[in-house]
């Protein structure tokens, strides 16, 4: 029975493992499926929009780090913190980042993503270059991929926006915050 039991955790993980690993050469495909299925979602008329949240999150949460970017976000910060303070700060960053998101989303009104092609920039770095078009207004996208050491995997670990980093945004407002407030405090109001 045991032997039973690891041959089907092993079996799950090596699944789970291939059906979430987005491969160097797969990285624009996936994006395209993953990007396309939220404009359906976000199509369906009859579906609330808050439903709509999760489904869209179930469909990025593998390829973003957010545990990267909010470690990038709070720079030399980061290492100050204790573990609890990490945890802490990823997931109350990781919420903001979705609650951002989501209230972007309420201005979904067709607009179209078209992927635009991917660029190795370094070994373990890709950018994959997509412009979001409205009726009146074309927005480049990048999303900046990395290679995840430990997994193996490609994960976003930072979206720049007409030419805007989202984390360094962040960052520099992090860092203006905490000139005249402690980490703690930042941790609270995020």
């Known amino acids: 029975m045991s032997r039973w ?3 089907v955790i092993l079996l799950w993980a090596v699944v789970t493992n291939i059906l979430f690993a987005v491969p160097e050469n797969k990285i624009e495909s996936v994006m395209h499926q993953k990007i396309h299925a ?5 199509k369906e008329k009859r579906t609330p929009l808050i439903k709509k949240k999760g489904k869209i999150f179930a469909l990025v949460d593998d390829v973003f780090d957010y545990k990267t970017m909010a470690r990038i976000a709070l720079g030399r910060t980061w290492k100050t913190l204790t573990p609890d303070q990490q945890q802490l700060f990823a997931k109350k960053f990781e919420r903001k980042l979705k609650d951002s998101y989501f209230d972007k989303l309420k201005f979904y009104s067709d607009q179209k993503v078209v ?41 976003i670990y930072d979206v720049d ?11 520099k407002q992090f860092a203006d915050f905490l000139r005249h407030k402690s980490v703690d405090e930042l941790i609270k109001t995020i």
Do not use: E
């Open 38 to 42: 939220i404009s359906d979602l976000l």
């Open 161 to 171: 926006i007409a030419k805007v980093s989202m984390i360094q945004t962040y960052r």
């Open 115 to 155: 992927l635009k092609g991917q660029k190795k920039v370094k070994k373990n770095r890709i950018k994959l270059y997509s412009q979001i078009i409205g009726k009146d207004d074309v927005y480049d996208v990048v999303y900046k991929f990395y290679k995840d050491k430990k997994s193996n995997d490609w994960k």
């Open 5 to 7: 039991l690891i041959s």
